[in-house]
Nanobody, 125 residues
Framework: QVQLVESGGGLVQAGASLRLSCAAS????????MGWFRQPPGQERELVAA????????DYADSVKGRFTISRDNTRNTVALQMKRLKPEDTAVYYC??????????????????WGQGTQVTVSS
């Protein structure tokens, strides 16, 4: 069982930056692909960014490319999402997720096995 705990959400103005962090309670963290997803109010959960097990490869939703950066530290069992130039449409609950399949990188919601409780990000205009 993998437990994921997100932190770093909050209320910011448009144009600001936020850094989300996710801590994983598993000794084999480097064997999991990791992803950040978000769920805006009344909408489905969607991929924000995903990163491979060794951190070499990353994939992003088109809406965040050039503004968000995903990274991981396999020595600390953490994955982070640096968000810059935030927009009101980035408002959502952000979730960290872990994929145990061993795939090079995973972007589908249904492919992830473990989820954090989520952290709220609200961007005011």
């Amino acid at each position: 069982q993998v437990q994921l705990v997100e932190s770093g959400g909050g209320l910011v103005q448009a144009g600001a930056s936020l850094r989300l962090s996710c801590a994983a309670s598993v000794s084999t963290f480097r064997s999991y692909g990791m992803g950040w997803f978000r769920q805006p109010p009344g909408q489905e959960r969607e991929l924000v960014a995903a990163i491979s097990r060794d951190g070499t490869f990353a994939d992003y939703a088109d809406s965040v490319k050039g503004r968000f950066t995903i990274s991981r530290d396999n020595t600390r069992n953490t994955v982070a999402l640096q968000m810059k130039r935030l927009k009101p449409e980035d408002t959502a609950v952000y979730y960290c997720a872990a994929d145990r399949s061993g795939a090079p990188i995973t972007t589908e919601v249904y492919s992830y096995d473990y989820w954090g409780q989520g952290t709220q990000v609200t961007v005011s205009s």
